[in-house]
Every structure is written in structure tokens, then in C-alpha cells.
């Protein structure tokens, strides 16, 4: 992790930044990543996945005699449509972004993951790539919490290591054979001398957790899911991280710390979205060598922690001084 005051986010003074997505966390948080490099509470509009009668009885998204937003960030297919409606409510001032290849043209500034880029979006000027997706972990807001989380998690002053791990997608299944891969990956790290702490996401099924439960001890702490997320505590006292291969996300957030990120492998489901999903891991391995992939053992190694929340706001501040 980089002690570097160069990585402090410092948010513009845009006077309303709006973030618009459904109601999915891993959609929501790119918005806000991106989002609070403008402003530091961007106003929150959610999209309702509410359909029929029921819809009818739920308030408007948005009201015209609100303020008008500067800038309009969007993830997900659902807000596509309520985004273009804003500009178009607004006499298309607000300046729209939309962080995935949308179903919709219309958006100023379209941000796309390399691992869905393709050869016909080189044409569109508006159009820029991306590593993986952004989000809201930064070095500015580990760095408080680093000491007092390693006093907590390792109190013998070892190294700590975090295992991460998700759920089925429909790429990856959380099959026994996963679950023996992990939890001997787990007692490998054990045997090596680290402390390990692991946290399962929201998609965890219960007998994921139930099989990561069986390995609490001395060296390994494994989050219950009844106490506080200790997600952010576990980010910023790890040395390493060893991250299930079904998550996007999560290894964008490891990489910004500077710190080694092992994939750990997972049972195929061969099909387009296996696809995707390998040639994101393969992008980051392989091509950029900002991962590797876990093979019973954590060697240390350099690299440029990954940013691309803040690069991403610098395409859309240029936008923004042009208006």
C-alpha cells in the first residue's frame, strides 16, 4: 500500500452530482466512486425494478424543481432510459456519463471494461476503456484504519493476508470442489505462517459460509455475517490478498492498495459468461501484471496500484470545463 499523498481524493467543487442506478450494490458503488471525486454526497436516485400497479404509487425519480445536476453518473441497463430523461428534462445540460456499454446512445461520456470492449466502439469518440470497474476504496480512507485493524487482527505483529470470496455467477459455481479448493488454500496459508482473515459477500450462499466457518482457529478469523462488515478493516491491515475469481470488483479494490493480489480458481460453467470473466482475469494477469494467480504460495511483487476511479474523473473533468 502506498503512502503517497498523491492518492487523496480531492473532490471538485461541481455543484450537484446525481448517481443513478438500481438498487444493486456492485452497480451503485461505481457510481459513487466516480461520483465523489466531484462532490463528496452525491445525490442518491434509484431505480425501482418495481413493475405493474405498484409502480403507479412510488414517487417520481426525479422533480424538475429540483437543482439541476452538473453531472449525471449511471451504471446499469435500468438507468438507462431514466438517465436520458434527466438531460432531456433539463434541456440536456447536465453532463450524463455511464459506466458499462449501454443499450441506449445518448450519453456524453460512456466508460467500458476492457473485458467487454469491442473494435467497433474505437470509432466513438465518447467511448473510453477501462481496467475492470471503478469504486469507492481509496488509500485516503484505508490509511486511518490500518494500524488499529493489524493491532486487532494480528496482535502478534504476523502478516495478514485476506481471502475474499463471492458467490455462484453463472461463470463460476460454489460447488464442493470450491469449497475443498478454498479451504485448502486457506490451511496453506496457515501452514506458511500468516494470519488470515476471510469475508464472504453478499451472493455467498450459506453453505459457503458454512464450510469457511469450520476453519475458525488461532491464525484464521473467518466474518460471521451477524457482526459489523469488517470488509474495510480487512482491506487496509492486509500484506497480500487471495480473491475468489468470481468478483469484478473485488480485485479492482485489492489493486489500489498496492499490495499482491493472487485469483484463487473456481469450478467452471462454460458459457459466454465464463468468457468474460476469464478474459477480465487474463487482462489483469497476463497482460497489465497487476495479478497472479494463486498457486499454494504468496510471493511478494511491485506494481503501480490501480486508479482508475480517479483517471476515469479526469476524462470527465475535461468534459466538464468544456461546457
Excluded at 460512456?110 to 469504486?135: A, I, K, T
Aim: aromatic letters at 8%; glycine letters at 6%; one cysteine or more.
Amino acid at each position: 500500500m502506498q503512502d503517497n499523498d498523491d492518492t487523496t481524493v480531492k473532490t471538485s467543487n461541481t455543484s450537484c452530482v446525481w448517481a443513478v442506478a438500481e438498487s444493486k450494490a456492485g452497480t451503485l458503488t461505481q457510481c459513487l466512486g466516480v461520483g465523489k471525486q466531484f462532490h463528496r454526497e452525491p445525490v442518491v436516485k434509484l431505480i425501482s425494478r418495481t413493475r405493474g400497479l405498484r409502480k403507479l404509487f412510488e414517487p417520481r425519480l426525479f422533480r424538475k424543481k429540483e437543482q439541476r445536476p452538473e453531472l449525471v453518473v449511471s451504471c446499469g441497463f435500468r438507468a438507462e432510459p431514466a438517465v436520458l430523461d434527466i438531460k432531456a428534462a433539463y434541456g440536456g445540460k447536465p453532463v450524463t456519463v455511464h459506466l458499462q456499454r449501454p443499450r441506449i446512445e445518448g450519453y456524453d461520456l460512456v466508460f467500458v471494461s476492457r473485458h467487454d470492449w469491442v473494435d467497433e466502439l474505437n470509432r466513438r469518440p465518447n467511448y473510453h476503456s477501462m481496467v475492470g470497474v471503478p469504486h469507492q476504496i481509496t488509500w485516503a480512507r484505508l490509511a486511518p484504519l490500518r494500524d488499529a485493524a493489524r493491532r486487532r487482527l494480528s496482535p502478534d505483529g504476523r502478516p495478514i493476508v485476506a481471502v475474499f470470496v463471492g458467490g455462484s455467477n453463472g461463470a463460476y459455481v460454489y460447488d464442493d470442489r470450491t469449497h475443498q479448493n478454498i479451504k485448502g488454500a486457506i490451511e496453506q496459508l496457515e501452514k506458511e505462517g500468516w494470519r488470515i482473515v476471510v469475508s464472504v459477500s453478499r451472493r455467498s450462499e450459506d453453505h459457503t459460509q458454512q464450510a469457511l466457518s469450520t476453519l475458525n482457529s488461532e491464525s484464521i478469523a473467518v466474518w460471521d455475517r451477524r457482526s459489523e462488515n469488517p470488509y474495510l478493516d480487512y482491506m487496509a491491515a492486509a500484506d497480500a490478498f487471495v480473491i475468489a475469481k468470481d468478483s469484478i470488483t473485488m480485485p479492482c479494490e485489492a489493486l489500489a492498495t498496492g499490495k499482491p493480489v493472487f485469483t484463487l480458481e473456481l469450478t467452471h460453467v462454460a458459457g459466454p459468461r465464463l468468457d468474460k470473466f476469464e478474459r477480465y482475469h487474463r487482462d489483469l494477469h497476463e497482460t497489465l501484471q497487476l495479478t497472479r494467480p494463486f498457486e499454494g504460495k504468496i510471493e511478494p511483487y511491485s506494481y503501480e496500484p490501480l486508479d482508475e476511479t480517479r483517471r476515469i474523473a479526469s476524462v470527465i473533468r475535461s468534459k466538464l470545463d468544456l461546457q
